[in-house]
């Protein structure tokens, strides 16, 4: 079991005669691993990850964010959250183009820290 993070809030209520009623929520902390491409293609790729143990979700499984950025221009391609599990296929790519993709887990008291980085490039049209 990986390790946590604890967020506490005071509630709106007190509880004579014990003061303050405290919620704690477990936000994830635990990153997705395993990031790797299946398929790349010239204007799409499919990406699959090992998804994030029931012991690790710390709640309810809420979402994957996908963070995908085109190197070239250096500007955002992809950001996009999924309840799907992967493998998941990204389109609409530039052909002939470098990547960097990220994925993290998020329940839903907030997100865990992305993965690692993974560089990938498109194909060129034809190929």
Known sequence: MGSHSVTCHPAEVTLPPYGVCVCVCLVPVVRVSSVAFLVVESRAAQ????????????????????????NT??????????????????????PYTQYTVRVRYANQYGPAPYSDSLLFATLQDGM
Do not use: K
Not at 53 to 65: A, E, H, I, K, T
Not at 78 to 93: F, G, H, Y
């Open 47 to 70: 990406l699959t990850w090992s998804a994030v143990s029931c012991n690790d979700r710390l709640g309810l499984q809420s979402r994957y964010d996908l963070l995908v950025v085109d």
């Open 73 to 94: 221009t250096a500007s955002l391609a992809v950001n996009t959250s999924t309840r799907s599990v992967p493998p998941l296929w990204l389109r609409d790519l530039r």
